[in-house]
């Protein structure tokens, strides 16, 4: 054998022994239904063949056509992509219990859940995935404000993150896993503080890929645990190295981002389009002119109160969206989320200070109150939301109804611009 051969051989068996003892795990988080981007991933992707794909949730919400299609697009996305594991993030939960169910007979992979139940549906809380000789738990815990909201949505029953994670360790434990991995739409640098408190509690847990900040972090290690995030929709996606020794023990664990990198896929570009395409009309669809946001948000507010029927409503949104053309699509900008339809009762007088104290843009409230209110007390309709941002609100009595604000808002607008109700 001539030195060259030799030199190739040495270099062959070495990487071979590196190789043999790594599993990798791809993560991505708030896709906010960008394909587009996610076609630009796909071929780095595919340099990982083996890799366990998973997705850190708001993946379905957020892009017009994917929403009003129901996150369907996304869905076939990730099958294409075989993703491994999905973890519904808060967004999704501004669909119905239905939807949840069809994504779970749509989707080819695991969607995990570990602390919730949604009406009828609840999703596994923990899975495991082969990979070679090796086997990987994972354990998906959505976004932990959702608890907060429970009252907001009645069929939603939400379990605190101790007891969830520790149902989930301890049956991970009984499945003799290689290694455990948490995949969380809980901010790394959130407000919660939820991933240190956790990671302080369950030394079992090996890695964490996090979401819901849209912020990257190549990997902070927090109690001697690598935590990694990519970035929202699409822009990059997370590599978890694990690496173990002979004894099939896990030594340590490594990550980094990836960026896209050439061509975009042909299949998740023709996803994309379809799903534009499908709802061109209703993208397209001419609503009317309006001179200025001002304008707008008080004609929204009034419809909103004639849907309803209450004595008030208040309105919301970013008005750096606003487009004097109204058009379905403009119309889904200002009001992107699929918020529940709440009434609060609250003292008149109150109510008509509002106008005063909320209107400030961007981020202003519009206020629409009938011409006549009898009694000192009124029904005011506003998102769920809007609800829980306003701190007077707290101890409020408050209704939820069965209807969600940005389907409530754009078929009374249509109603009123076709002179169906004035």
Known sequence: MSLWCRILSGVLLICSSVYAGEVYIIGTADLHGNIWNLAKLAPVFRRYPEAVKVDGGDSLQ???????????????????????VWVP??????????????????????ILGAQWQYGSYRPAGHTVIRRGKY??????????GMAAKQHLVPELKWQDEMSSLRQAVTALKQEKCHAVILVCHIALR???????????????????????????????????????????????????TLHFGDDEVLEYTTSRLLFPDGARDKTLVQIARRAER????????????????????????????QAVGADAALVSFNEKYFRCRMTGRSLFDLFPFGNRLVTVTMD??????????????????????AP??????????????????????????VEVLPVFERETIAGQLEKLLSGTIL
């Not at 979401?211 to 972090?217: A, V």
């Not at 998102?383 to 409020?396: G, M």
Request: glycine letters at 10%; hydrophobic letters at 35%.
């Open 348 to 369: 008149a007088a109150e109510l008509r200070r509002w106008g005063v104290r909320y209107e400030a843009p961007p981020r202003r409230c519009f206020v629409s109150i």
């Open 190 to 240: 959130g407000s919660y503080g939820e991933i240190y408190r956790l990671l302080q509690a369950f030394p079992e847990i090996d890695a964490v890929i996090s979401g819901h900040s849209h912020r990257e972090h190549y990997g902070d290690q927090i109690s001697g645990r690598v935590v990694a995030q990519a970035a929202s929709h699409g822009r990059s996606a997370v590599l978890l």
């Open 135 to 144: 086997r990987i738990g994972l354990i998906g815990l959505s976004e932990s």
């Open 372 to 397: 006549e209110i009898s009694g000192s007390r009124v029904k005011v309709v506003m998102s769920d939301f809007l609800c829980t941002r306003i701190p007077e609100l707290k101890n409020a009595e």
């Open 278 to 305: 499908a709802v061109y009309k209703r993208a397209e669809k001419y609503y009317g002119d309006f001179p200025d946001a001002g304008y707008f948000g008080n004609i929204a507010a009034g419809v909103l109160r």
């Open 89 to 110: 993030g808060n967004h999704e939960f501004e669909f119905r219990q239905s939807d949840f169910e069809r994504w779970a007979k749509d989707f080819r992979g695991t």
């Open 62 to 84: 957020g892009n017009y056509a994917v929403t009003e299609l129901c996150g369907n697009p996304v869905i076939g996305a990730l099958n294409y992509l075989n993703y491994d």
